[in-house]
């Protein structure tokens, strides 16, 4: 028995994933466990169709067990994001190794990246760039190249590396054991507008969701899964949450604002000021600077709406929620049974009576459920997160 951890948005499931699966097995993973964002994801975005249907997808795809990340986690930064989900990971107790896609295909070539994203972020050289308005990303570049040679740098420059990196620093941080395994990621690149093959990015499909043969780009029981909720109005747009979303903006003081998971260096000043907007678009705009990328913007007003703060980061995450599980993931469940140093359940009612940090928690995420529902075209009712039952779902 070897388990293999994903971490994913699945935001839809797509061939590129199904790919990812199918080289994870050839690797030799008997069983995959699949740490998947719920219904906020990590670019500062509502999931297209909820985390009980995609996680189903997945199952039916290729994974075989579904825990979702919390969603202060899923609503991080990389490092946040990357940290979160290993955590869970490493805390199973019976997890092998942790698969995941990036653009270099490398690991030595990922590891040097570690290696100066390390020295590099404890430098005052970044700070120095920081300070003069240059974003973390770009400075990080800037500093990679300088120290460390192009081909080095040149990890720095794509989406899934950046992840890569970050999953590698979490291992090492968490002193794990598990063991890293990439898959170069195949034809369609990160937020690509195009095909290549019946290969699509995520950002593409959700943008085409609808259009005739967008059915090419998905495994079956996915696109059966998101037809069905096109078809009955539960696909999510982030653009229905703009009133709400400023409403939350207008009613917050700058210190409220400050306790923001990404705010600092004065920054909620500069987004108190932006209440003035007359649209999200146009807050956001107010707001950005060279520093600060749109992304961790969208991030920041989607944690305020949901009453995240910086302190629900401070403990790592507290339980493993499951979505979605088919037999393989009972066996999973089994063997981490004796082992894992956090409680796995389906059952959020359940995990959020342990303690104060698991109600928390829960709350949050339930919370987080009935605001994602106000999204879609017909809202679904309140207080799902503590009534969803979790069967067995059958693979293809």
Known sequence: MKVSGIICEYNPFHNGHYYHIKKTRENGATHIVAIMSGNFVQRGDVAIIDKFERAKAAVRCGADLVIELPVAYSLSGAEGFARGAMYI???????????????????????????????????????????????????????????????????????????????????????????????????????????????????????????????????RPMYEILTEAVNEGRVAKIENLEKAVMYRMRTMTPSMIRDVPDVGQGLEHRIFEARTASSVTEMMEMIKTKRYTMSRIRRILINALLGITKDDLTTPPVYGRILAVNERGTDILGVAKGKSRIPLSTSLAKLSEINAVTRRTAELESLSTDIYSIAMRKPGPVGLDYRAKIGITNSI
């Not at 195949?186 to 195009?194: C, F, R, T």
Request: proline share 4%; aromatic share 8%; hydrophobic share 40%.
């Open 89 to 219: 990971l490493n805390a199973m107790g019976c997890v092998d190794e942790v698969s995941f896609g990036s653009e270099s295909g490398d690991i030595n070539k990922i590891l040097s990246a570690v290696q100066a994203s390390i020295v590099c972020s404890q430098s005052q050289e970044l700070r120095t760039l920081l300070e003069g308005g240059m974003s973390y990303p770009s400075a990080m570049h800037v500093l990679a190249e300088k120290n460390y040679g192009k081909q080095v740098a040149d990890v720095f420059e794509w989406p899934n590396n950046l992840l890569a990196i970050e999953y590698l620093k979490a291992i090492s941080y968490l002193n794990s054991k598990i063991t890293p395994f990439t898959v170069t990621r195949k034809n369609a690149g990160h937020d690509q507008p195009d095909v290549m093959c019946n290969f699509a990015s995520a950002s593409f499909i959700r943008q085409n969701v609808g259009e005739k043969g967008y059915s090419d780009l998905m495994p």
